[in-house]
Nanobody, 114 residues
Framework: QVQLVESGGGLVQAGGSLRLSCVAS????????MGWYRQAPGKQREWVAA???????NYIDSVKGRFTISRDNAKNTVYLQMNSLKPEDTAVYYC??????WGWGQGTQVTVSL
C-alpha cells in the first residue's frame, strides 16, 4: 500500500508563490505517472497537473503558465511550484497516481487571499 504525505501549503496573498511537496512510500513511485489534485470548499476534487515517469507534463487550462509539476524519483517526491496564485486556487491539494488508484493522503491547504 502506497502512502502519500503532502506538505508546503499555507496562506499567501494573490500573486504570491508556494511550492508543494508530496512524498510517496514504496518502490513503485518511479514507474508511475503522478498527479496533483485539489478540492475547493463545496466542490469535487479535480485534477490539476500530471507528470510521467519520463518527465512529460500536462496541466488543467486554468493553471497553465503558472504551475509547474516536477519529480525526483530518487526521493520518491513530486513537487508543484505554484506562481501567480489567485484566490480561485484556494483548495486542499493532494497528490496521487494519474489516474488515482492509491489511498488519499491528508492533503495540504492552500489559501490565497486578495
Amino acid at each position: 500500500q502506497v502512502q502519500l504525505v503532502e506538505s508546503g501549503g499555507g496562506l499567501v496573498q494573490a500573486g504570491g508563490s508556494l511550492r508543494l511537496s508530496c512524498v510517496a512510500s514504496g518502490s513503485i513511485f518511479s514507474i508511475n505517472t503522478m498527479g496533483w489534485y485539489r478540492q475547493a470548499p463545496g466542490k469535487q476534487r479535480e485534477w490539476v497537473a500530471a507528470i510521467t515517469s519520463g518527465g512529460s507534463t500536462n496541466y488543467i487550462d486554468s493553471v497553465k503558465g503558472r504551475f509547474t509539476i516536477s519529480r525526483d524519483n530518487a526521493k520518491n517526491t513530486v513537487y508543484l511550484q505554484m506562481n501567480s496564485l489567485k484566490p480561485e486556487d484556494t483548495a486542499v491539494y493532494y497528490c496521487n497516481s494519474f489516474l488515482p488508484r492509491w489511498g488519499w493522503g491528508q492533503g495540504t491547504q492552500v489559501t490565497v487571499s486578495l
